[in-house]
């Protein structure tokens, strides 16, 4: 049941599965595995926590990044990989001293009591207890913007307001994802990866899926010759088993699914992406739209809605400022691009571009009139780049556009607090930060920021 694993369109979109794309390597069953008893085993010290949902210890003055620890715990752990000089990547094998945190795993598949190899992945903070879990979270983003953006800010990782997301416990973090992939062997068994492999884990429950899609996960059921078995729950009708056979399908076959937010529908492909956390689109339309500064937004400028997908964000705009806000949304899949289109007929003022935001900007710089330039230096722009962040080329065009504010919708920490780090060498600073616990029992979480130019 593993989490964002988001395959890239080119150089612009993050998806989550279930996503058509490329053939993964060869799966195993998870019985077959091998042992890597040739491994050194050490006793560590947890200490902290490091991004990637690891914990940071040390071994004989070596950084040791351990799985399935919590800090303040002694473990019992395998070293696995000793590839790199400056640190070592290891599995705990057992907990010799527990912390107050831990608790039974959401998930039997994944808990500790399993070897590393026949431990289900994409539930790797699932020993933890949920409270903990969004204070550690916290302090990951705290240390990346400190490090890497030169901001000290103390942000709590808020949980999804439960009215959101229906069926799902607040306390254990559960029943959240309305899409799985599950995995499929050469003899058609399924399961999720283990972690940090390619070996599938045969598994008895999901219980981080919806209530409706564990239901129907066929989970003891065999799929010879099947690629991957999607399991996909819209918030407009029902859920779904999708077995994929081959490769992505064409366009033209390619079926569509409908999502809600509020009381408005969006219409997508069913392997397009959209957040898998059932009150995640909600939870960001409305953190964009209290998040933009009123008296900075001004809704004839040329504001723009970057990596937007099938419009979610650009809507959420355009419900806030009214039907006549004028709003561009750029975003390089062309299928996402056409249903945005159709998503945001309301606004007269909206349109949807399909282009690498990279290059979209590149052609604004480049051409833009003195009129057009000062509509974008007046313009509001929001952006929810892929996981590995907008990066130094997109910064440093906004950056020549210099629109009044910018808001940032980050799935990762790290890529976020190294593009707030080069906006604010360019004359942008950190006005409003909120994190959300939109992946419950991962490391993963979301974040969105305000940044407005420096007068």
Not at 310 to 334: N, S
Not at 418 to 445: E, I, K, Q
Request: charged fraction near 30%; charge should be neutral; glycine fraction near 8%.
């Amino acid at each position: 049941m593993a989490e964002p694993r988001r395959p890239r369109r080119p150089a612009d979109r993050r998806r989550s599965a279930p996503r058509g794309q490329s053939r993964p390597a060869p799966a195993q069953h998870a019985q077959h595995a091998p042992l890597a008893v040739d491994l050194p085993v050490v006793e560590l010290e947890v200490e902290r926590v490091a991004h990637g949902g690891v914990f940071v210890a040390h071994h004989e003055g070596r950084v040791v990044f351990v799985a399935d620890a919590i800090p303040g715990e002694r473990v019992t752990a395998r070293i696995t990989d000793v590839q790199h000089d400056r640190f070592w990547r290891a599995e705990t094998l057992e907990v010799l001293r527990a912390s107050p945190d831990r608790r039974p795993h959401v998930w039997p598949e994944a808990s500790v009591d399993r070897v590393p190899e026949q431990r289900a992945g994409g539930a790797e903070f699932g020993h933890i207890r949920t409270e903990r879990q969004r204070e550690l979270k916290a302090e990951v983003l705290r240390d990346a913007l400190a490090r890497m953006g030169g901001v000290e800010r103390d942000t709590p990782v808020q949980a999804v307001d439960p009215a959101l997301a229906p069926g799902a416990s607040l306390d254990l973090g559960t029943g959240w994802r309305t899409r799985v992939r599950l995995h499929v062997t050469d003899d058609g068994t399924v399961g999720p990866y283990a972690a940090r492999s390619h070996t599938v884990v045969p598994v008895a429950s999901v219980p981080l899926a919806v209530p409706e899609l564990a239901r129907i996960a066929p989970l003891a059921e065999r799929f010879p010759g099947a690629r991957a078995v999607d399991l996909v729950a819209p918030s407009v009708g029902d859920p779904q088993v999708v077995v994929v056979q081959g490769e992505r399908m064409s366009r033209a076959a390619r079926p569509t699914i409908r999502e809600r937010v509020g009381d408005r529908v969006f219409r997508l492909d069913r392997d397009g992406f959209w957040q898998v956390h059932r009150g995640a689109a909600a939870t960001l339309t409305r953190a964009v739209q209290e998040l933009v500064d009123d008296e900075l937004f001004d809704p004839r400028a040329a504001n723009l809605d970057l990596y937007g997908g099938v419009g979610l964000l650009a809507a959420a705009i355009g419900d806030r400022y009214g039907d006549t806000v004028r709003i561009t949304t750029v975003e390089a899949d062309v299928r996402a691009t056409e249903h945005a289109g159709a998503n945001l007929a309301d606004w007269v003022g909206a349109r949807a571009v399909t282009a690498r935001v990279d290059r979209f900007l590149d052609d604004l710089v480049a051409g833009a009139t003195a009129g057009e330039r000062a509509r974008l230096r007046d313009a509001t722009v929001v952006l929810d780049p892929p996981r590995s962040g907008a990066g130094r080329h997109v910064v440093d065009r906004l950056a020549e556009l210099r629109p009044r504010q910018l808001v940032y919708v980050a799935c990762d920490p790290v890529a976020l607090a190294r593009d707030v780090g080069l906006l604010r060498s360019r004359g942008y600073d950190v006005a409003d930060l909120r994190a959300f616990d939109l992946f419950p029992n991962t490391h993963h979480f979301e974040a969105v920021a305000r940044l407005t130019a420096i007068v």
